[in-house]
């Protein structure tokens, strides 16, 4: 039982190659998230979904575009990086129900030269 | 818009002491959920309590414990006997209802000196 699992977990992109984070569960969970992790700001949202092939913009969701086209699988995409999306990025994963946490992946650390 | 504010960026304590961190949140919703993590410098991220805004007890578990005062919107961490494996980014977040996302604070950066 992997719980949630994130490939690649580092990567070296340079300014404007394209590139494309996994994140995988087997926990059967409905809802999935990307955050993003910034020294010194905590995480922030970037996208979301509720369920296989619903998606939604977070907070900070400029720059990136998502899938869910099954319901274990969240894809985060780059198409043309930038520098400013140099950082640590985390999935997390939780079930509908409001009174339950939500379990993470073990993060991919992302650099944009 | 939901807020989390952790005021403290950074503590440092020596083995023992005991250690309070704080967490301040802002909502309009009636019903909400508050959480801490832990994140040591292995980079995950731990759950370590939830609380909804209805239950209002105080909780402990082990050297932890929690503190939720909805009058003052805080629920703030006490680490009992400091440990070194106690040295973490903790972070407070808060979540809602609907699309149960988490809004984080900034963290607090612990350090336990032996």
């Known amino acids: ?113 | 818009a939901q807020k989390v504010t952790q005021a403290q960026t950074e503590i440092s304590v020596v083995e023992k002491e005991d250690v309070t961190l704080d967490c301040v949140y802002e909502t309009r919703d009636t019903t909400y959920y508050l959480f801490w993590y832990k994140q040591p410098p292995s980079g995950e991220l731990v759950f370590l309590i939830r609380r909804n805004s209805f239950d209002e007890q105080n909780e402990i578990s082990g050297r932890y414990s929690w503190n939720f005062q909805k009058s003052t919107s805080s629920f703030n961490f006490t680490i009992t006997a400091s440990q070194v494996v106690d040295s973490a980014v903790y972070f407070c977040a808060l979540s809602d209802t609907g699309r149960r996302a988490l809004t984080f604070g900034s963290g607090t950066r612990l350090q336990v000196q032996p």
């Open chain 1, 1 to 113: 039982n992997a719980g949630v699992t994130q490939t690649p977990k580092f990567r070296v992109l340079k300014t404007g190659q394209s590139m494309t984070l996994l994140c995988a569960q087997d926990m059967n969970h409905e809802y999935m998230y990307w955050y993003r992790q910034d020294p010194g700001m905590g995480l922030r949202l970037i996208h979301y979904s509720v369920g296989e092939g619903t998606t939604a913009k977070g907070e900070v969701p400029d720059g990136y575009n998502v899938s869910r086209l099954k319901k274990q699988n969240f894809l985060l995409g780059l198409e043309s990086a930038a520098p400013s999306q140099t950082s640590v990025y985390f999935c997390a994963t939780t079930v509908a129900e409001p009174n339950t946490e939500a379990f993470f992946g073990q993060g991919t650390r992302l650099t944009v030269v």
